[in-house]
C-alpha cells in the first residue's frame, strides 16, 4: 500500500460545476491534475461524485479485489446502445459466463494461427503503397485492422463494408456524450437530430454484423475462424450461445478490436515519423531478423525493440484513455469510504504521465520498456488494456497484430508528418490523433 495522499475537493455548488466544464473542456489535462493532487482523489464533478485513482497500487487494488461491489461507468454503459451485452459492456454472471466461452479462442497456441492472417493482410497494404505518397493514414489503417479481424472473426473480406463501418462507428462515438441527456431515447427518434443519426448508424451497423452472422450459419463447411469456436462453444451446463449474444460478441470484437489497434498503430507509427534515430534502430533490427524477407508469427517475439517502441507509444497516446466504475456498494480504499454511487476513475493517460513513474513523461524513450525498466514500476504504472478480472481478452490478440503490421510496414517505407501541423489527441471512447496524414517514402 503506497503512503498516499488523500485529497477532498472543495464541494460548493460552484466549484462542483466549474470542474465539470473544466472536465468537458480539457479532458486530458484535468485527469493531469487530478493525478497531480494526489494519489486518491474525492469530490463532486458536477453533479456526480468520482473518485479518481491514481497510484497503481490502488489501481491494482479497485481492479483486482473489489470487483464484486463495482460496475462499468457511464461511458460503457451508453455504449451499450452499439454494443449490447458483449464482452466489453456486459456485468456480474453474464460477462463470467461469455469470458468463459471465448476464452479458448484467444489461447496463446491459436495466436500463431492468427498472426500468420496479420502478416497477410498487412503485406498486402504494404505492398500497395507508393514513393511519395501521401495518405490518410487513419482511413488506411481503419481498412488494414478491420480486415484483420474480420479475417479472423468470419474468415472472410469485409472490404466492401470497410468504410461504411468506419463511417458509422466516428459517427456514433462522436455522439457518445449525448446519450447521457435526458429523454435521449426519445430524441433518438427525432429524425434530423444528432441521436437520431446515432441511431441510424448503431442500426447499419447492426444490418452489417447480423448479415456476416447469417451468411456464416448458413455455410456447411466448417472454419476454424473465431466465430465458428462461438457458435460451437458450449458452458458446463451444455448451454451456448443465443443469436443476439452471438451477435453482440461479434460485433464487440469486430469494432471495439480493431479501433483500439488502429489507433494504437497510428500513434506508433506518428512516434516514428518523430524520431527517426529510433525508427532507424528499428529498421536495423528488422534487417537482422528477417534478413529481407517477410515477416511470419514465429518471428515476431524476436523483435524486441518494435515492441518496447509500441508499448511507449501506447504510454504517450494510450488508445483506452480511461477506465470507470461505478460503486453498487460502499467499500474501503486507503482507509477512505468510497459512497454507494461514486464512479471510481483511473486514467491511463494520467497514470503514464507521471513523473514519478516516467522521469520526462513526454519524452519519447522505448528503453523505459527493456526488463530493468518494467521491473523498476508498479505493475499498473501501465496498463493500456486495463487489467484484473475484465482486463482485455484481447490483449495477446493484440499486441501481436500491433508488432505484425508495424514490421511490414516500417521494413519497407518511412513514414514522415505531410504537414507542419500539431498533432492534437481527441479524447472519444478511444484516443484518436486529430492528424494522420503522412507522407510515405522508401527506405534508403
Not at 463470467?96 to 498486402?124: H, N, S, T, W
Not at 435526458?182 to 441521436?195: D, N, Q, Y
Not at 504504472?381 to 505484425?404: H, K, L, T
Request: hydrophobic residues 40%; charged residues 25%.
Amino acid at each position: 500500500m503506497p503512503a498516499n495522499t488523500f485529497v477532498q475537493l472543495p464541494d460548493s455548488l460552484f466549484q462542483r460545476w466549474s470542474r465539470f466544464f473544466e472536465l468537458r473542456k480539457s479532458r486530458l489535462p484535468f485527469l493531469e491534475r487530478m493525478v497531480q493532487l494526489g494519489d486518491l482523489v474525492q469530490g463532486h464533478v458536477g453533479p456526480n461524485r468520482v473518485c479518481y485513482v491514481n497510484h497503481p497500487e490502488l489501481i491494482r487494488e479497485v481492479l483486482m479485489s473489489h470487483t464484486s461491489v463495482l460496475e462499468k461507468g457511464m461511458i460503457l454503459q451508453r455504449a451499450k446502445r452499439l454494443f449490447g451485452n458483449g464482452l466489453l459492456t456486459s456485468e456480474g454472471d453474464l460477462h463470467k459466463r461469455q469470458r468463459r466461452l471465448l476464452q479458448p479462442a484467444f489461447q496463446r497456441q491459436r495466436l500463431a494461427l492468427y498472426g500468420e492472417v496479420m502478416i497477410d493482410c498487412a503485406e498486402r497494404y504494404a505492398k500497395s503503397l507508393g514513393a511519395g505518397e501521401i495518405r490518410s493514414m487513419d482511413h488506411d489503417l481503419s481498412r488494414v485492422t478491420l480486415a484483420i479481424v474480420a479475417s479472423t472473426l468470419f474468415h472472410r473480406s469485409v472490404d466492401q463494408y470497410a468504410d461504411e463501418i468506419s463511417h458509422h462507428l466516428t459517427t456514433f462515438m462522436r455522439l457518445l456524450p449525448y446519450y447521457s441527456l435526458p429523454l435521449a431515447s426519445m430524441l433518438e427518434k427525432v429524425p434530423g437530430s444528432s441521436l437520431h443519426q446515432g441511431r441510424q448508424a448503431i442500426d447499419a451497423i447492426d444490418a452489417i454484423v447480423r448479415r456476416l452472422v447469417d451468411e456464416r450459419r448458413s455455410l456447411t463447411t466448417s472454419h476454424d475462424d473465431l466465430l465458428s469456436m462461438m457458435i460451437r462453444a458450449q458452458d458446463t451446463d451444455g448451454g451456448g450461445m443465443s443469436d443476439q449474444q452471438l451477435r453482440d460478441e461479434c460485433l464487440t470484437l469486430l469494432l471495439a478490436g480493431h479501433e483500439t489497434t488502429c489507433n494504437a498503430l497510428l500513434w506508433t507509427l506518428y512516434c516514428l515519423a518523430r524520431n527517426p534515430d529510433v525508427e532507424a534502430r528499428v529498421q536495423a533490427e528488422l534487417d537482422q531478423v528477417l534478413a529481407g524477407r517477410a515477416p511470419m508469427a514465429s518471428d515476431l517475439p524476436q523483435l524486441l525493440l518494435l515492441e518496447r517502441v509500441f508499448a511507449e507509444s501506447m504510454r504517450l497516446y494510450p488508445p483506452v484513455w480511461i477506465i470507470a466504475r461505478r460503486a453498487i456498494a460502499a467499500f474501503s480504499l486507503a482507509g477512505q469510504t468510497i459512497e454507494r454511487g461514486t464512479l471510481v476513475a483511473m486514467s491511463q493517460w494520467g497514470v503514464h504521465h507521471d513523473p514519478r513513474w516516467y522521469p520526462a513523461p513526454y519524452h519519447f524513450d522505448p528503453e523505459r520498456f527493456n526488463e530493468a525498466g518494467k521491473a523498476a514500476r508498479p505493475r499498473f504504472a501501465y496498463f493500456p488494456f486495463s487489467g484484473g478480472a475484465r482486463g482485455c481478452i484481447g490483449e495477446g490478440f493484440a499486441w501481436m497484430e500491433g508488432v505484425a503490421v508495424l514490421a511490414c510496414l516500417v521494413r519497407r517505407w518511412k513514414f514522415r508528418l505531410a504537414t507542419d501541423e500539431t498533432v492534437e489527441p481527441e479524447p472519444l471512447m478511444t484516443l484518436r490523433p486529430r492528424l494522420t496524414i503522412l507522407h510515405i517514402s522508401p527506405r534508403q
